[in-house]
Nanobody
Framework: EVQLVESGGGSVQAGGSLSLSCVVSGYIWISFCMAWFRQAPGKERERVADIDSDGRPGYSDSVKGRFTISKDNAKNTLYPKMNSLKPEDSAMYYC????????????????WGQGTQVTVSS
């Protein structure tokens, strides 16, 4: 059974930073993508950062230049780092994985963690 377990998150003031992590286990895929999505109340789920099957990161326009993402293949762990946080970054953040090659489409992610809350106060 594939499992994704997130850690980190919490509350921070605007301008601050937070680090998250996500460990994936139980998979047998040869190639896969990983990503972080977020969803705020009343808003659609948004993919904010991802790493494709070749290890290349990608970012949404809303977080580009502020968030970074890296992956430790030996530990099967994804490490997003959120800097210069804004109140509008407040949301539930979810780690997700998708078997595949190249850059996976948002709808291809069908393995999810339980989510971790990030709250940014002004």
């Amino acid at each position: 059974e594939v499992q994704l377990v997130e850690s980190g998150g919490g509350s921070v003031q605007a301008g601050g930073s937070l680090s998250l992590s996500c460990v994936v286990s139980g998979y047998i895929w040869i190639s896969f993508c990983m990503a972080w999505f977020r969803q705020a109340p009343g808003k659609e789920r948004e993919r904010v950062a991802d790493i494709d099957s070749d290890g290349r990161p990608g970012y949404s326009d809303s977080v580009k230049g502020r968030f970074t993402i890296s992956k430790d293949n030996a530990k099967n762990t994804l490490y997003p780092k959120m800097n210069s946080l804004k109140p509008e970054d407040s949301a539930m953040y979810y780690c997700a994985a998708a078997p595949g090659y190249g850059r996976c489409k948002p709808y291809e992610y069908n393995y999810w963690g339980q989510g971790t809350q990030v709250t940014v106060s002004s």
